[in-house]
Nanobody, 125 residues
Framework: QVQLVESGGGSVQAGGSLRLSCAAS????????MAWYRQASGKQRELVAD???????NYADSVKGRFTISRGNAQRTVYLQMNSLKHEDTAVYYC???????????????????WGQGTQVTVSS
Protein backbone atom coordinates (compact mmCIF):
# COMPACT_ATOMS: atom_id res chain seq x y z
CA GLN A 1 0.00 0.00 0.00
CA VAL A 2 0.98 3.64 -0.20
CA GLN A 3 0.76 6.39 2.37
CA LEU A 4 1.25 10.13 2.40
CA VAL A 5 2.87 11.01 5.71
CA GLU A 6 2.82 14.67 6.72
CA SER A 7 4.96 16.34 9.34
CA GLY A 8 6.09 19.76 10.45
CA GLY A 9 2.89 21.27 11.76
CA GLY A 10 2.70 23.00 15.11
CA SER A 11 2.09 26.26 16.86
CA VAL A 12 3.90 29.48 16.08
CA GLN A 13 3.47 33.18 16.70
CA ALA A 14 2.45 35.51 13.92
CA GLY A 15 5.42 36.42 11.77
CA GLY A 16 7.09 33.08 12.38
CA SER A 17 7.87 30.21 10.03
CA LEU A 18 7.09 26.53 9.67
CA ARG A 19 8.09 23.93 7.11
CA LEU A 20 5.67 21.15 6.25
CA SER A 21 6.79 17.89 4.69
CA CYS A 22 4.81 15.17 2.98
CA ALA A 23 6.50 11.92 2.03
CA ALA A 24 4.96 9.19 -0.05
CA SER A 25 5.89 5.75 1.25
CA UNK A 26 5.65 2.43 -0.59
CA UNK A 27 6.89 1.00 -3.87
CA UNK A 28 6.07 3.94 -6.09
CA UNK A 29 6.47 4.21 -9.82
CA UNK A 30 5.21 7.70 -10.47
CA UNK A 31 3.61 10.67 -8.77
CA UNK A 32 2.15 13.47 -10.82
CA UNK A 33 1.04 16.82 -9.38
CA MET A 34 1.47 17.27 -5.61
CA ALA A 35 -0.33 19.91 -3.62
CA TRP A 36 -1.06 21.36 -0.22
CA TYR A 37 -4.61 22.20 0.79
CA ARG A 38 -5.86 23.61 4.05
CA GLN A 39 -9.10 23.67 5.92
CA ALA A 40 -9.80 26.17 8.66
CA SER A 41 -12.46 25.47 11.24
CA GLY A 42 -15.90 26.03 9.75
CA LYS A 43 -14.55 26.69 6.27
CA GLN A 44 -14.18 24.74 3.07
CA ARG A 45 -10.93 23.10 2.11
CA GLU A 46 -8.89 25.33 -0.18
CA LEU A 47 -5.84 24.94 -2.37
CA VAL A 48 -2.73 26.55 -0.91
CA ALA A 49 -0.15 25.60 -3.53
CA ASP A 50 0.61 22.88 -6.02
CA UNK A 51 3.57 21.75 -8.07
CA UNK A 52 3.85 19.58 -11.16
CA UNK A 53 6.40 16.87 -11.77
CA UNK A 54 8.25 19.37 -13.93
CA UNK A 55 8.46 21.84 -11.07
CA UNK A 56 5.84 24.39 -12.11
CA UNK A 57 4.32 25.87 -8.98
CA ASN A 58 1.04 27.64 -8.41
CA TYR A 59 -0.08 29.54 -5.30
CA ALA A 60 -3.24 30.88 -3.79
CA ASP A 61 -3.23 34.68 -3.79
CA SER A 62 -3.39 34.72 0.00
CA VAL A 63 0.01 33.00 0.34
CA LYS A 64 1.95 34.38 -2.62
CA GLY A 65 5.28 35.80 -1.57
CA ARG A 66 5.12 34.06 1.82
CA PHE A 67 4.90 30.35 1.05
CA THR A 68 7.12 28.23 -1.18
CA ILE A 69 6.30 24.75 -2.42
CA SER A 70 9.03 22.39 -3.59
CA ARG A 71 9.63 18.72 -4.28
CA GLY A 72 12.42 16.45 -3.18
CA ASN A 73 14.91 15.00 -5.65
CA ALA A 74 13.15 11.64 -5.76
CA GLN A 75 9.85 13.40 -6.49
CA ARG A 76 8.24 11.52 -3.63
CA THR A 77 8.32 14.35 -1.15
CA VAL A 78 6.70 17.75 -1.22
CA TYR A 79 7.53 20.62 1.10
CA LEU A 80 5.76 23.80 2.04
CA GLN A 81 7.94 26.52 3.50
CA MET A 82 5.67 28.98 5.26
CA ASN A 83 7.10 32.36 6.25
CA SER A 84 5.51 35.48 7.71
CA LEU A 85 2.68 33.39 9.06
CA LYS A 86 -0.58 35.11 9.92
CA HIS A 87 -3.36 34.13 12.27
CA GLU A 88 -5.57 33.46 9.24
CA ASP A 89 -3.14 30.72 8.13
CA THR A 90 -4.37 28.63 11.04
CA ALA A 91 -5.83 25.42 9.60
CA VAL A 92 -5.32 21.73 9.10
CA TYR A 93 -2.98 21.32 6.14
CA TYR A 94 -3.40 18.33 3.86
CA CYS A 95 -1.05 16.85 1.31
CA UNK A 96 -2.64 15.71 -1.94
CA UNK A 97 -1.51 13.96 -5.09
CA UNK A 98 -3.74 13.83 -8.12
CA UNK A 99 -2.29 10.58 -9.48
CA UNK A 100 0.01 8.01 -7.91
CA UNK A 101 1.11 4.68 -9.36
CA UNK A 102 2.42 2.10 -6.92
CA UNK A 103 2.86 -1.64 -6.45
CA UNK A 104 0.20 -3.04 -4.11
CA UNK A 105 1.90 -6.38 -3.60
CA UNK A 106 0.52 -8.10 -6.66
CA UNK A 107 0.28 -5.48 -9.41
CA UNK A 108 0.89 -1.85 -10.29
CA UNK A 109 -2.06 0.27 -9.28
CA UNK A 110 -2.95 3.89 -9.99
CA UNK A 111 -4.99 5.91 -7.53
CA UNK A 112 -6.37 9.34 -8.07
CA UNK A 113 -6.93 12.25 -5.69
CA UNK A 114 -5.00 10.72 -2.82
CA TRP A 115 -4.85 12.52 0.56
CA GLY A 116 -2.68 12.58 3.62
CA GLN A 117 -4.09 12.61 7.14
CA GLY A 118 -3.49 16.31 7.73
CA THR A 119 -1.30 18.30 10.09
CA GLN A 120 -2.44 21.17 12.30
CA VAL A 121 -0.89 24.61 11.94
CA THR A 122 -1.82 27.15 14.58
CA VAL A 123 -0.66 30.77 14.35
CA SER A 124 -1.23 32.94 17.38
CA SER A 125 -1.61 36.66 16.91
Amino acid sequence: QVQLVESGGGSVQAGGSLRLSCAASGKILNIDRMAWYRQASGKQRELVADITGGGTANYADSVKGRFTISRGNAQRTVYLQMNSLKHEDTAVYYCNVDQITYYDGSRWTTQYDYWGQGTQVTVSS
